[in-house]
């Protein structure tokens, strides 16, 4: 069976030399039928010359399908222009929805600050489609002036973990004074929903084996190699419906029975799920004569993030290697 480019090519070469063909006979099936009189060439040759435009046509129209549906998704994903902030002399304005090849999608930002403080913008939290992010944005605005920032969401590590469809993004602003880093002088909840909002991506790649199920929190673990995305790793999904902001440190690892000193904390606010990983590098591996990693060990303190206050010091936590 020849493959489709073996067969164009070998209409091409009969409407190139069609007279070539006596000696083709496995090029091209029934070549003896093309060696007839010159009207039934011509006929053939119209017909060979239809079915090769419609060939590269078709070819055209696949080829551009894939790239016409990616533009129109990135395109579709818009924000309207809204004031997220103004008060004590900071002003900030969400303009547009941005994508960058390198840094990923994020929100193009207006900061105004015309108060007679240098003032630096701060998110303590980034929240994507219900999901804590690990991104961070920060932005000084010096008294009287203006800034244009974007704030950028870590779109390939949402990808990472299924969700492309950007559609809700919360933000915990704090305003510092920049001179004086002695406390917060305004912060704001905010909301920004996209163009994308009624579809957006909600669920993620929960598989694994439940960690710990109580009180409305809820962690599942599983351990990932060295062609992951994140490399090799031990994740975590977590849920978070307990009515409390909490933050979730590990405590104690071990893996194959070989304590590894990690510190991991991540915050989950009420209603909120995220994802951390745990990064094992080689050196981890080697330094404890570990080939492959077949068991893991974790000892979680869960707490309330403002009070710190314990809810659960759990026992050691075991699971497989999947």
Known sequence: MRSIEEEKQAVIDWLMHPDEL????????????????DGMRNKTKCLAVVLCLC????????????NSKSNTKAEEITIKEQVLFDRGGMKITAISYETDSILGDGIKLLLENDS????TVYSEELIVNGFMISDRF??????GTKANETMYLSSSELKAVGIESIGKVEVYFLIH???????????????????????MD???????????????????GKTVDENSFWGTAILLYIENNSRKNVEISIKEMSINGCV???YSVTSVYDGKKAFDDIKITPSDLEENGIAAIEEVE??????????????????PITFTAQ
């Open 298 to 315: 974790l000892r979680f303190h869960i707490y309330e993030a403002i009070s710190h206050n314990t809810i659960k010091y759990t026992d």
């Open 177 to 199: 004074d920049s001179d004086d880093w002695t406390g917060v002088l305004m912060h704001d909840f905010v909301t920004i929903k996209t163009s994308a909002y009624k579809h």
């Open 22 to 37: 006596g000696n083709r006979s496995k090029d091209i099936k029934y070549t003896n039928q093309f060696k007839t009189n």
């Open 138 to 143: 920060a932005s000084e605005v010096a008294a």
């Open 55 to 66: 060939l590269f046509a078709s070819m055209a129209i696949g080829c551009g399908s894939s």
């Open 116 to 119: 007679d403080k240098n003032l």
């Open 202 to 220: 909600k669920s993620a790649d929960d598989s694994g084996f439940e960690l710990f199920n109580e009180g409305g929190i809820r962690i599942v």
């Open 260 to 262: 590894i000193k990690k």
